[in-house]
């Protein structure tokens, strides 16, 4: 099973935004665009390198277009600190031009399953074409203290204490009022629980989800 066809992913330009796999969910979308056409996978804030496609640092553009005429897939970035990838300088929209799709990781949640964004994220590229708010079903049925990067911040969004247990309808709330993502991916659905709660989301959103497991490669799209 794919999930690219699920959340409807095209050319151009694809924004990853939110936490729970967003890198994890990146290379998987890579490997089966990879299949289609030609792929370019980056960041507009930091990601480690990926250990299974091509890293060029800091290229032109005709070394895109010659390490895509030889891969299916490459890393287009620029270097940062503690070995860690930053955004490229060729922009993202003239990426696209070189390229069939363009995955770009967008936003970070130092590895929790659920976030509230500051007011300077996500960087979503300009003329990008859809964008994936990804979450963890892991966080569901536990405090907002211990799963969600900023916490206060999704506390305040939801409107009650960072020691309340998130729920399907409290994160549809916080969901509905930053008003990001085109589509939802509920990750680390592996078990019957996590799939109710994430058909709870998505009864309370007016937006696509697919839920399912990166991990186990099975995904279903929730209406």
Known sequence: MQITPLLQIGRGVTALLGSGGKTTLMETM??????RGR?????TTRILPPGEFPVLL?????????ALAAQRVVCVASGAAQGKLAAPPLAFARLAVLSDYVLVEADGAHGLPLKAHAEH???????TQR???????????RPISEVCHRSERYASL?????????????????????????RVFVNQVESQEAYRFAEQLACELTIPVVAGSLHKGVYVCLF
Request: aromatic content about 4%; hydrophobic content about 40%.
């Open 121 to 127: 994220e996500p960087v979503v590229p300009e003329g």
């Open 131 to 141: 964008t994936v708010l990804v979450l963890g079903a892991d966080g569901f049925g």
């Open 30 to 35: 890579a490997r089966e665009l990879g299949r």
């Open 158 to 182: 939801a409107g009650v204490s960072p020691e309340e247990t998130v729920t399907p309808r409290l994160a549809a709330q916080v969901i509905r009022a930053e008003g990001w993502g085109d």
């Open 58 to 66: 800091d290229p032109t553009e005709e070394e895109v277009c010659r």
């Open 39 to 43: 792929v370019i996978i980056g960041t």
